[in-house]
């Protein structure tokens, strides 16, 4: 009674599991087990978890694999085909750029051909046809290389990742709270809307981090 008294009485105001014993005490109350059952009763009060900040930290690992063939993506189309020729721009991971990497030879903008540039322009088909012999006799070792420093890069982003990552996993029977999205908030409530809602149990899991649950009423 006087946990729930101090937290959501007439004169509480949610405070955490520690601001909550610190209070009783200065209250005057005192028992042996105050401070672990005040922050027990604050896990399990629904105002504080439904009003709870949103988690950013990561709760599983970081997932990363090589691709199986060049330029092999998974996306969603969006705003559409992007202006700029693809395959320009080299990867920070590799340092090469994805066109020179399949087709052994650097791209060239419509415009270098119509208003020949420094790069092309003193280029004498001899010695372009030198370097474009080399550049086929070495890109099976260029490919080897780059695709040995693309695993070094990932290795690199995964412990950078993983530094972040606070394990949290849910099992089938356990009941949880849900992030409210702006469809599902009540408007008229402004900022005062709860974060989390209902409660639903978890039904199954389906996947990395995936999960498929129903709500009390079995929907």
Not at 91 to 113: C, H
Request: net charge neutral; glycine share 6%; proline share 5%.
């Amino acid at each position: 009674m006087v946990l729930r008294d101090v937290h959501e009485g007439e004169c509480g105001n949610h405070t955490s599991g520690r601001n909550l014993s610190l209070k009783i005490l200065r209250l005057g109350y005192y028992w042996t087990t105050l401070r672990q059952d005040a922050l027990d009763y604050v896990k399990r009060c629904d105002a504080c978890q439904r009003h709870a900040p949103i988690i950013h930290q990561p709760s599983e690992h970081l997932n990363m694999f090589i691709p199986s063939w060049p330029f092999m993506k998974w996306g969603m189309d969006i705003v559409g085909k992007m202006p700029p020729a693809p395959g320009k721009t080299p990867k920070t991971s590799i340092g090469q750029t994805p066109y020179s990497l399949v087709y052994d030879t650097e791209a060239e903008l419509p415009i270098e051909v119509m208003i020949p540039t420094i790069r092309y322009g003193l280029l004498m088909s001899d010695v372009n046809n030198t370097e474009l012999s080399y550049d086929k006799d070495t890109v099976d070792e260029l490919q080897e290389m780059e695709k040995i420093w693309l695993i070094s890069y990932q290795q690199r982003v995964a412990n950078t990742y993983k530094k972040h990552v606070q394990i949290r996993t849910f099992h089938v029977g356990d009941m949880v709270l849900r992030k409210a999205f702006q469809n599902t908030m009540d408007v008229k409530t402004g900022k005062f809307a709860h974060v989390w809602e209902c409660p639903y149990f978890i039904d199954a899991i389906v996947g990395c981090e995936a999960y498929r649950f129903s709500s009390m009423d079995g929907t």
